[in-house]
């Protein structure tokens, strides 16, 4: 037996994982396939989930290597490459407001690598050890990964802004 | 820098409420799931039933062309069988009538065609691993890599057409995003320019916005420079401050623009007046 209810950890974190693969950068269309992808593992792993953790930063790591993998097979089959697709197509456009648009533009320059730090601290406020510690990345990488990614996120989302495009 | 961080947390801050899954595709994740990892854990054989038919009915892709592969191969075995039977049936009759034996058709003993464990052993391998691969969790492995092995014949009868493996190999890179790039460094190094533009052009090709991207625009300067093309070098450099305006290899870039740039006047035929390159 797991150390944890899965049904109410799904329940509760169904909507935090769904929005992360967003941020992430995982198309609309595969979404609750890259869900059902994590939580399978959360299903299988949460024996060697250690009491008194704080669940989130576990669950982002798992998205994270999920839609990494996914990227690679995706790239592997050529069906999109990174940066071509438009920016902000894991949303239908309705649903995303003007200044989203911007923000999704501007996180689809970085790499994702830099794009789950820079989402990891300054959106969720996880700490540059807690980040290390999920991703199984050094420190000092984290800090890198984050000045990095978030000097190329505005400057993109300021050309983006100027309606000019930044990676081209 | 802290200006980044103050900007980038406000931008992302309009990402906080972001639109969750629809009710529908919540239930239908958690029941995939569950169906998935019970199987996999073998959960006893009413578990195992009761996955596949949840599996079978949830109208998932993997889980749906798994139920289909199945029922293929089944159908599959019962075409064979059939067609055995005939096959020995006709036979006998045939022999019967050739014989000249008085004994009427109806009489003739069909011989027993209960097939030999031997002759079954390849459908039902296939089919067993049809079956293994059905009840998987849709994760991991995927269906496609599972199923490989026993389709691998018509694979490799499309395959066989020239054009068409000669445009398969052409749509593939020799290697990772890794590997090209460092392919073309080692040509740089060694002032195989061919290779090294070769190797760079493909990483266009295959990664042009990869996240070596950066990596591989600071080759071309660096190619470019080396091979003397200095107008090119700068029109290039030119366009890497501006594409990465933070890149780390800006000082390098420009040292390198430089040193290729004296290289250059130095080489220049010196002229009455003691100064390289002045008529």
């Known amino acids: 037996m797991g150390k944890f209810n899965f049904e109410e950890v799904y329940r509760d974190n169904i909507a935090y994982l769904w929005r992360t693969l967003q941020r992430l950068g995982v198309p609309a269309a595969d979404l609750e396939d890259r869900a059902h992808d994590v939580f399978s593992i959360v299903h299988r792993k949460q024996d060697s989930f250690e009491r008194g953790r704080t669940i989130r930063p576990w669950l982002f790591g798992i998205a994270f290597r999920v839609a990494s993998d996914a990227r690679k097979r995706a790239r592997h089959r050529e069906t999109y490459q990174l940066g071509q697709e438009p920016p902000d197509s894991n949303l239908p456009h309705d649903q995303l407001s003007t200044q989203r648009q911007i923000v999704m533009a501007g996180l689809a320059g970085l790499s994702l690598e830099q794009r789950a730090v820079v989402v990891m601290h300054d959106l969720d406020g996880y700490t540059a050890p807690e980040i290390a510690g999920e991703l199984q990345i050094a420190l000092n990488t984290v800090y890198s990964r984050l000045r990095l990614g978030r000097a190329r996120f505005v400057m993109a989302v300021r050309a983006v802004d100027r309606g000019e495009d930044y990676y081209e | ?279």
């Open chain 2, 1 to 279: 820098m802290n200006n980044h961080e103050e900007e980038s947390r406000a931008l992302l801050s309009s990402l906080s409420d972001l639109p969750g899954p629809s009710p529908q595709a919540v239930d239908s994740i958690l029941q995939r799931t569950l169906a998935g990892v019970g199987v996999g854990v073998g959960a006893g054989v009413l578990a195992e039933t009761e996955a596949s038919a949840t599996i079978a009915s949830s109208g998932t892709a993997s889980a749906t062309s798994g139920h289909l592969a199945t029922l293929l191969v089944s159908f599959k075995v019962k075409a064979m069988l059939a067609i055995g039977l005939l096959s020995i049936t006709g036979v006998a009759v045939y022999q019967a009538s050739q014989s000249g034996s008085s004994e009427s058709i109806s009489q003739i003993v069909v011989p027993d065609t209960t097939p030999t464990a031997s002759a079954l052993k390849p459908p039902v391998q296939v089919l067993l691993e049809e079956q293994e691969w059905a009840t998987q969790p849709a994760a991991t492995p995927t269906p496609s890599e599972k199923v490989q092995p026993t389709i691998k014949a018509p694979i490799d009868k499309e395959t066989t057409s020239p054009q068409k493996a000669k445009a398969q190999t052409k749509a593939r890179p020799s290697g990772s995003e890794r590997e090209i790039i460092q392919a073309a460094r080692v040509a740089i190094s060694t002032s195989d320019s061919r290779a090294a533009i070769r190797a760079l052009k493909e990483h266009k090709r295959f990664y042009s916005r990869g996240d070596l991207a950066e990596e591989r625009e600071v080759l071309w300067i660096s190619l470019l420079a080396r091979d003397a093309k200095l107008a090119r070098a700068q029109k290039r450099a030119a366009r890497f401050h501006t594409r990465f305006p933070n890149s780390l290899h800006r000082t390098r870039i420009n040292a390198e623009i430089e040193a290729a740039t004296k290289k250059h006047e130095n080489n220049k035929p010196v002229t009455d007046s003691g100064l390289p390159g002045q008529q």
